[in-house]
């Protein structure tokens, strides 16, 4: 990582600096008071091990360097490593796109940043990162961010928003294969699917009891239209979702439009990485939403919003690979010793 400050008078380095914020995180602390407290109460000889070789460090170093650091950068570093240990699912790595408002960030003058990521289905590894631009809107973030990463042999699942013609050449082109969501709000396409002869199609349901309620999942696959416009296009598919709580029940219908083959995505498969889909909102948002209560942090200066967003990122990515699945529990547990965060990240 370029270090932005003056070279005089810098005690430590930006790495060093970085590790004891991502330990503090691991150990739950959401802002830099209490990473300054962290590192405080960890004494100099845990300090040393992250690399900081000339004594403690205060929250306002942290601040001012977290405010000025270069979010791409450390997204890109941080997303990097994350790759090499990020699951294959039926022998391939999926990865899902969606992205984020950090509300608690809003400024008098400046907007919330969006955050676009990309989650790997599986092991829940946080692959990459980027900001929408003040004028943009999360689609060109959506592609600037896929062409970060390495999609040969990808799979790459994404809402509806995101169902766009440059979308899946730009997926095809890189040697991926996508698979995009059509929804109501996309009434021509959605109407033209919709007229297909579904009844006549076979179909795979599943049906999963838990939390109260019983989901039935029901698909139906088929041959591409000849009149789809999308690039590489193979498959297109129905989908509904039958949700039954307390007697009451609800239905949602969507469709798929896919790259992948029949073989090598029958429709068992396409439904998993549809459901599947949903867990960069279960396994991220909600946890830094709700768990690291994300949407209340007071951080607000320079590029310091995105880069408290990237550690948190990193610790959900280092907890979930060290096979922690409740992350309040494990906050709980690093907090409880100085040497567990260290250790954790050390070893990872």
């Given amino acids: 990582m370029p270090d932005p400050r003056r ?70 570093v941080l997303g990097a490593w994350a790759v090499t240990r990020a699951a294959l699912v039926a022998g391939r790595r999926v990865i ?34 980027v900001a929408v631009g003040e004028k943009s809107n999360e689609i060109p973030a959506a592609r600037r961010l896929l062409q970060l990463l390495d999609l ?3 799979v790459v ?27 109501a709000n996309q009434k021509s396409l959605y109407n033209q699917l919709k007229a297909l002869p579904w009844a006549r199609m076979p ?46 029940r609800t239905v949602e219908i969507v469709y798929l439009i896919t790259s992948a083959d029949a073989h090598t995505a029958p429709p ?16 991220l948002h909600w946890i830094r939403d709700v768990t690291f209560d994300e949407d209340r942090s007071q951080v607000r200066t320079g590029n310091a919003p995105r880069v408290m967003a990237a550690l948190r990122n990193t610790v959900i990515t280092l907890l979930r690979l060290h096979g922690h699945h409740n992350i309040a529990a494990a906050l709980r547990h690093h907090a409880r010793d100085t040497d567990r965060p260290i250790n954790l990240i050390l070893t990872a």
Avoid at 104 to 128: E, K
Avoid at 173 to 178: K, L, S, T, V
Wanted: charged content about 25%; overall charge positive.
């Fill in 7 to 76: 070279r005089r008078g810098v005690r430590h380095s930006v790495g060093a600096l970085i590790a004891v914020a991502v330990c503090a995180v691991i150990a739950g602390a959401r802002g830099f008071t209490a990473i300054g407290e962290w590192a405080r109460d960890a004494g100099a000889d845990a300090l040393g091990r992250l690399g900081l070789e000339r004594g403690s460090v205060d929250e306002s170093t942290l601040r001012r360097l977290f405010a000025r650091l270069d979010a791409d950068r450390l997204d890109a």
């Fill in 96 to 129: 899902a796109v969606d992205g984020k408002t950090v509300r608690g960030a809003r400024g008098d003058s400046s907007s919330a940043p969006h955050l676009v990521a990309a989650l790997a289905h599986g092991s829940g590894a946080v692959l990459g990162q």
């Fill in 152 to 154: 040969d042999g990808v």
């Fill in 157 to 183: 699942t994404m809402d509806a928003l995101h169902t766009q013609h440059d979308t899946a050449a730009l997926v095809t082109e890189a040697g991926a294969d996508y698979v995009l969501t059509v929804k």
């Fill in 203 to 248: 179909a795979l349901t599943r049906t999963e009891r838990g939390h109260g309620r019983r989901v039935t999942r029901t698909i139906k696959v088929a041959d591409v239209p000849a009149w789809i416009g999308f690039t590489a296009a193979t498959q297109v598919a129905r989908l509904r979702r039958t949700v039954t709580r307390k007697g009451r």
């Fill in 268 to 283: 068992a498969l396409l439904a998993a990485w549809v459901q599947s889909h949903w867990q960069i909102e279960n396994r």
